[in-house]
């Protein structure tokens, strides 16, 4: 009897690795594929009649003069209409972020201590406390304002506008000091702080610190959550598409001062975990004379709200405690809410940023789930394809597990959030720059590279910003990385028993 013989193992002759580069490199050039035959036979046709039937067939064709003039006149017309209705190109010509002075920093053991003292009729919640602060991934360099390190702390009025004024002001003298702008040169100015809200506003303590023009447009954003900082990169893009030869300064902070919670709820003592002080200063502008300075180029920016939904709305909720303490709830169900809005986010800025290669799958997949029936799994996009660089809010240690997770990213991948988080701890809405400047202090930024920015913030939202980076950019010498970038990145354990 003849012996079955056995089917070539195809999976060691042919890496599939390879296959796929191949599949991409087909789908994302198909078009230009085409057109290489294509021009062939029009190259071989001409060959074939020669230059004399060429010059017959030329001479034959009669130009009326007014029919001339019809058509170049449409054809600026069709030019100016669209060069007219394009976007303007919005560029982030520099930024800084603020560096808190050693004095403010936090040790583990320091923290402790506090709690011990603060909250020494509740050894319960220090213990809580102390399990969060071990699983959390911040390091012994995390600060907080002054005011804080009291016994008790001193939350008052002149506290906070004190942090304000050292966090803000050190960060827009940083980025002056940058970028040679003069303070009386800027047209618009949006500072963005979700928890405290003074009146005068924080914006109008700028103007008065740096004596701005008197019809600056100015705008101060609050209660936005973590996500407000691409809240007024969105807003400064808006303002730039109606305002020629201009540009915006953005400040994006959040004042820890008067929102340190002293109570015994242990979903409102998270933040007093993992919070710290922090700011960024933000230059961007529409002008075409900066388009040769500046950093990156603002591609794409797409902004999702679930706030319709009830538990999204809670998830992250300033309220009062039993004894009438105010501070920050953060729900138990906060990652997977977290999750249904990154799916929504990604779902939008997928076909803008995608290549076609993996469009086509997605929606393969999605064909054989929904229409026959096929028991697949949802396919999840290559984002690694889209982008180069990613920066996720560096919200907790549980964020950036989630996303690296779902996204299905390298530890590289999320390397500058987790040193973000570890080194400065979550500054909120100013934790992307961190991460974008560590990006650079590396070195690993190029011309064209692109970066993505994730952030989460109360409501519950979800956003998402694109740059291209416009010229590969020097490592720089100074800024909140100098003095450690050595270091970095860092073995974070999964404990840090204390």
């Known amino acids: 009897m003849c012996q079955a013989v056995p089917m070539p193992d195809f999976s060691s002759s042919v890496k599939l690795k390879y296959v796929k580069l191949g599949y991409q490199y087909l789908v994302n050039n198909f078009l230009s594929l085409l057109l290489i035959p294509i021009m ?35 054809v600026i017309f069709i030019s100016t209409v669209y060069f007219m209705s394009k976007p303007r190109t ?61 016994i008790p702390p001193t939350p008052t ?22 970028t040679g702008l003069l303070p009386k040169d800027i047209d618009i100015l949006i500072v963005n702080c979700s928890l405290f809200s003074p009146t005068p506003s924080l914006s109008a303590m700028v103007i008065n610190k740096y004596k701005l023009r008197s019809n600056i447009k100015s705008f101060n954003l609050s209660g936005m959550g973590c996500s407000a900082g691409l ?108 999750g249904e809005a990154l799916k929504a986010n990604i779902t939008t800025i997928g076909p803008l940023v995608l290549p076609a290669s993996e469009q086509l799958l997605f929606l393969l997949s999605l064909i054989g789930r929904k229409i026959f029936n096929l028991k697949w799994k949802p396919y999840i996009p290559d984002f690694k394809l889209a982008f180069e660089h990613f920066c996720i809010h560096a919200g907790g240690r549980a964020v950036i597990d989630e996303l690296q997770k779902n996204l299905q990213l390298s530890g590289e991948h999320v390397e500058a959030s987790r040193m973000t988080l570890h080194r400065f701890g979550n500054t909120s809405s100013s934790s992307l720059w961190y991460e974008l400047c560590y990006i650079e202090t590396k070195g690993r930024m190029r ?44 073995f974070i354990p999964e404990v840090v028993k204390l």
């Open 40 to 74: 062939a036979i029009i190259v071989v046709e001409l060959l074939r009649i020669g230059p004399e039937e060429i010059l017959n067939v030329w001479n034959s064709l009669h130009f009326d003069l007014i029919q001339v003039l019809c058509s170049s006149f449409f």
């Open 90 to 150: 919005v560029y982030l010509v520099d930024y800084s972020c603020y560096k808190p002075p050693v004095t403010c920093r936090v040790p583990f053991a320091t923290f402790m201590e506090h709690s011990r003292l603060i909250l020494k009729d509740s050894p319960k919640s220090v213990e809580f406390q102390m399990r969060i602060l071990e699983r959390s991934g911040l390091g012994e360099e995390t600060c907080l304002p002054p005011a804080i390190h009291y």
């Open 157 to 178: 009025m002149e506290e906070a506008r004190s942090e304000a004024q050292m966090v803000i002001f050190t960060a827009l003298d940083d980025l002056f000091k940058k």
């Open 231 to 338: 809240i007024s990169v969105d807003l400064a893009r808006d303002l730039l598409q109606v305002h020629p030869n201009s540009n915006a300064v953005i400040v994006s902070t959040e004042i820890i001062t008067p929102n340190y919670y002293k109570g015994n709820e242990r979903a409102m003592l998270l933040p007093n975990c993992l919070f710290r002080m922090g700011s960024a200063a933000i230059l961007m502008s529409n002008r075409r004379s900066d388009r040769w300075r500046a950093k990156y180029k603002l591609c794409h920016l797409v902004r999702t709200h679930r706030g319709a939904d009830d538990k999204s709305y809670y998830c992250v909720y300033e309220q009062e405690d039993k004894e009438g303490k105010i501070g920050i709830n953060l729900c138990k169900d906060l990652m997977a809410i977290a």
């Open 447 to 490: 011309r064209g590279d692109r970066v993505w920015q994730i952030a989460f913030g109360s409501g519950f939202k979800c956003n998402s910003a694109v740059w291209k980076c416009n010229r590969t950019i020097k490592t720089p010498k100074d800024g909140p990385w100098s003095d450690c970038i050595d270091r970095y990145p860092v």
